[in-house]
């Protein structure tokens, strides 16, 4: 018969005791973003003065620091890492040889000097897009800013006029579509402009049979007055760069291709837009200062965190 080994049974009840301790221990205190936060990463964090809650937020803001890294997608340049090295050299009075040296004199490697650049630049894009993906400024916000900034201008009597250039403009659309591709759209619109330029064919006229801008089409391909950047880019380049009753190239944006002539320009009052910008401007620089000095608050805002008891 097999004797009872007791002693062997008591280590073997005391370490399972002891695992069961350790397990209870790494318990999950919070989470961020759905990432589990461990007793024991708290613990890690508890100084001297023994603030649970602080060593928390600490591990907190390290998880949301990672998780922007991660998130961010930005990708660090080593030819500019380089370049920034040869800048600090040469910032210094140095050659890029004598900085090699005065790395190699601090005991500094210099893939290791590479690489703390490398990560500055990393953590500066991480925080301005953070920053950025903190500010919240609405429409309604900007207006009554703007509004009250005007309103005390006027008081003052220092308000400040603005006028800008309107343009008023027409235009043919043609969209692709699966019976007509970027060539064809180009040749057809090319042949409009041609005739148009050659009488056969009025602008107005042609607008209504061809253009894809039913709306515009229906009123000669008028666009009306407008400020140039009221247009996608390359329309407001066009538009910009075409001298008034010169039919432009054919030209290309998101919404298809075009030709367009500017009609008539004329001088518009923009005081109330550069007072909705300077109050906009106002908004936003605002709340970059309540988190520029602390950018982890910014990720802060947007994050799912939970506290578990």
Request: proline fraction near 2%; aromatic fraction near 8%; hydrophobic fraction near 40%.
């Amino acid at each position: 018969m097999k004797t009872i080994n007791m002693k062997s049974i008591f280590f073997t009840l005391l370490g399972l005791f002891m695992v069961s301790t350790t397990q209870a221990a790494e318990r999950v205190v919070a989470t961020v973003n759905g990432t589990p936060i461990l007793e024991s990463q708290v613990k890690k964090q508890v100084g001297k003065n023994g603030d649970r809650q602080a060593a928390l937020d600490k591990v907190i803001d390290d998880i949301l620091v990672q998780q922007a890294i991660e998130n961010s997608g930005i990708k660090v340049d080593y030819a500019q890492v380089d370049q920034i090295i040869e800048g600090i050299a040469a910032q210094n009075g140095l050659t890029y040889g004598q900085l090699l040296d005065a790395l190699d004199y601090q005991g500094i490697s210099y893939n290791a000097y590479r690489q703390q650049i490398a990560n500055q630049i990393l953590m500066t894009e991480v925080r301005n897009q953070a920053i950025g993906q903190s500010i919240d400024v609405t429409r309604e916000q900007v207006e009554a800013l703007s509004q009250q900034l005007l309103n005390q201008a006027k008081e003052k009597g220092t308000e400040k006029k603005v006028s800008a250039k309107q343009y008023e403009v027409r235009h043919i659309l043609l969209k692709l579509n699966p019976l007509l591709n970027d060539t064809q759209a180009k040749a057809q619109l090319t042949q409009i402009r041609a005739d148009i330029l050659a009488g056969k064919i009025t602008f107005a006229d042609a607008a209504l049979t061809y253009s894809k801008d039913y709306l515009s089409g229906a009123n000669g391909g008028s666009l009306g007055f407008a400020f140039p950047e009221t247009y996608v880019a390359p329309f407001q380049k066009t538009v910009l760069n075409s001298k008034k009753g010169v039919i432009s190239a054919p030209f290309k944006t998101e919404f298809g291709w075009h030709i367009l002539e500017v009609t008539d320009t004329r001088e518009s009052d923009r005081t109330v837009d550069a007072y909705r910008q300077k109050a906009y401007e106002q908004l936003v620089n605002e709340q970059v200062k309540g988190v520029e000095n602390d950018w982890v608050k910014a990720l802060r805002k947007h994050a799912d965190i939970r506290y578990l008891k």
